[in-house]
């Protein structure tokens, strides 16, 4: 088998010793990892599905044996990150803009928060009936998946996660005190504190 091939059907933690030919422009199978885990993304699509979207948006390698070639074997660029954003979002549980004008919301952390807050059971619920809209192609456009998906991402970054027992969770509310304003970033900017 081509290396390119061998490399696609290592175990994970194959493919992290892998990259020790690595970039700092491109992130590598542990980076990816860890973004997922700490955005609380791997507890619903799983380790071996977001190992999977790594392998598959590395760009194509002519020249496996050079260094060059070795960093983008076991790493992916911005472009490749871009691509594995996108097949997440073909995968992962999004609310429709549907569901969210249905109840009024227009940020799909606020409606992943409110179904959160009523308890893990609706949760799991549309989980699983989104799961299985997902499964029959009943969703909306991948473009619309992905400003989604972003969306929640922005709304995970700027509330944070819960590290639970069984796997973090997202945390989608916050206090005005918790948003950080323009001034504030700049001025952190301007004099950074440790």
Do not use: C
Request: charged share 25%; net charge positive.
């Amino acid at each position: 088998l081509p290396k390119g091939v061998v490399v696609s059907l290592l175990l994970p933690s194959d493919i992290r010793q892998a990259a020790d030919a690595g970039s700092s422009k491109l992130m590598g199978a542990d980076e990816w990892s860890s973004l997922l885990r700490d955005l609380g993304i791997i507890k619903e699509i799983g380790v071996r599905r977001s190992y999977l979207i790594f392998v598959l948006s590395r760009m194509a390698v002519i020249d496996e044996n050079s260094k060059k070639g070795q960093a983008n074997l076991t790493q992916i660029s911005f472009e490749g990150f871009m691509e594995a954003i996108v097949r997440i979002a073909t995968i992962k549980a999004l609310p429709s803009d549907r569901e969210m004008s249905r109840t009024g919301f227009q940020v799909p952390g606020e409606y992943i928060g409110a179904l959160m807050n009523q308890g893990g059971v609706v949760y799991n619920r549309w989980l699983f009936m989104t799961q299985q809209k997902i499964r029959r192609n009943k969703v909306d456009p991948i473009w619309r998946r992905v400003d989604t998906f972003v969306m929640l991402l922005v709304s995970i970054i700027q509330f944070g996660i819960e590290k639970l027992p069984d796997g973090p969770s997202l945390l989608l509310r916050g206090s005005p005190d918790e948003q950080l304003s323009y001034e504030e970033v700049r001025r952190f900017f301007k004099h950074p504190t440790p």
